[in-house]
């Protein structure tokens, strides 16, 4: 098959691709909150690290602490969030491509939770030497 000819998907983009200024920033506010109500809508584990932050963020703010070591214990629990939202979307991809077992899928499924493991210990250390020092 020839170029001009091959698979058209291929060079498709999205319709929204194209758009800039505030019409672009609307558009990623609202797909950033569709994607966030999915999460916690359909991730159990970002459920509990969004109630774990709600504890943590205010409890770092009323500590008694240095502004530097708020930001880095406020930042460790939003990383924790960051990781899980890319892991659970790492998760979706795979099961839409197949949901039958895969050596692939389970790799990259296990160094998404492996992630978000990583980004967990780091609250716990950089709290921990925060609030123990």
């Known amino acids: 098959m020839s170029d001009t000819h091959s698979n058209t998907r291929d060079h498709e983009e999205s319709?929204?691709?194209?758009?800039?200024g505030l019409r672009r920033l609307m558009n990623a506010f609202g797909y950033s909150v569709e994607?966030?109500?999915?999460?916690?809508?359909?991730?159990?584990?970002f459920r509990q690290e969004?109630?774990?932050?709600?504890?943590?963020?205010?409890?770092?703010?009323?500590?008694?602490?240095?502004a530097l070591h708020r930001v880095l214990m406020i930042g460790s629990v939003f990383l924790v969030l960051i990781v899980e939202l890319l892991n659970s979307a790492v998760e979706a991809v795979v099961d839409?491509?197949?949901?039958?077992?895969?050596?692939?899928?389970?790799?990259?499924?296990?160094?998404?939770?492996?992630?978000?493991?990583v980004a967990l210990s780091n609250v716990v250390m950089t709290w921990g030497l925060i609030l123990l020092t």
């Open 35 to 45: 994607g966030f109500k999915a999460a916690f809508h359909h991730e159990d584990a």
């Open 96 to 117: 839409l491509v197949s949901i039958e077992w895969h050596a692939l899928a389970k790799r990259a499924k296990d160094i998404g939770s492996a992630a978000v493991f």
């Open 15 to 20: 319709p929204f691709k194209g758009k800039t």
């Open 50 to 66: 969004v109630f774990l932050a709600v504890v943590l963020i205010p409890m770092a703010l009323f500590l008694e602490s240095e």
